[in-house]
């Protein structure tokens, strides 16, 4: 079954503090896996792609396929980065997602 | 990046009655697909809107309910037919670009009363 997996409903972590958000993915093919940012009252932004292998905002995330994972890692939290976070999956270019249960990232100050 | 405009923003409608939301897209694009996120939930994926033909529905959805339309490659619509409190939640129309880019709506939020 294809299934993406965020086992942290919530993550709080003092500003400066190192984050990684979990997130696991259940799938037989190749899938493309993504995350998503949702800051208050905006709309859901893209924020990482594992093929781009880029760093956004601080922001990175490795695909592991041996454990099935896709972490999204900052070394430095800041107050700004505080929002809902969906990994998400994309089986075999079809420009479909499969979503998360989201996380919630809180940074304090 | 395509830039995605959906119509209402957010309503309020009264039990048993029907809402179309559309969803206008700045450029032509070949995939659009409609997303449900119910209250405190993730996103679920409703539909794919093909243009031209019928729309193709994901599990736990039909036609009957979430009727849409796909007239040419930069508009759609989602209608939620005959709505119960249990519809009430952010309605999300997303496009894909070639490489699998995938772009959202800002939503539309659906509250049924």
């Known amino acids: 079954a294809q299934r993406v997996t965020q086992p942290e409903k919530l993550l709080s972590v003092f500003k400066g503090a190192p984050v990684e958000l979990k997130c696991n993915y259940s799938?037989?093919?190749?899938?493309?896996l993504f995350w998503y940012v949702q800051y208050s009252r905006q709309r859901l932004q893209l924020l990482l792609r594992h093929i781009s292998r880029e760093s956004i905002k601080g922001f990175t995330a490795d695909l592991n396929k041996g454990e099935t994972s896709f972490h999204l890692k900052k070394p430095f939290a800041q107050e700004e980065d505080s929002a809902m976070y969906y990994c998400a999956l994309s089986p075999s270019n079809t420009g479909k997602l499969i979503f998360g249960q989201g996380t919630t990232l809180q940074v304090k100050p | 990046s395509a830039v995605i405009s959906q119509k209402p923003s957010r309503d309020i409608c009264q039990r048993g009655t029907s809402l179309t939301i559309q969803c206008q897209v700045d450029s032509q694009v070949t995939m659009m697909f409609w997303y449900r996120q119910q209250p405190g939930q993730s996103l679920t994926l409703i539909a794919t809107a093909n243009q031209g033909s019928e729309a193709t529905y994901e599990s736990g959805f039909v036609i009957d309910k979430f009727p849409i339309s796909r007239p040419n490659l930069t508009f759609s619509t989602l209608t939620v037919s005959n709505m119960s409190p249990e519809d009430s939640s952010i309605y999300l129309c997303?496009?894909?670009?070639?490489?699998?880019?995938?772009?959202f709506g800002e939503g539309s939020w659906l509250t049924v009363v």
């Open positions: 799938y037989s093919g190749s899938p493309e």
């Open positions: 997303s496009v894909a670009e070639s490489g699998n880019t995938i772009y």
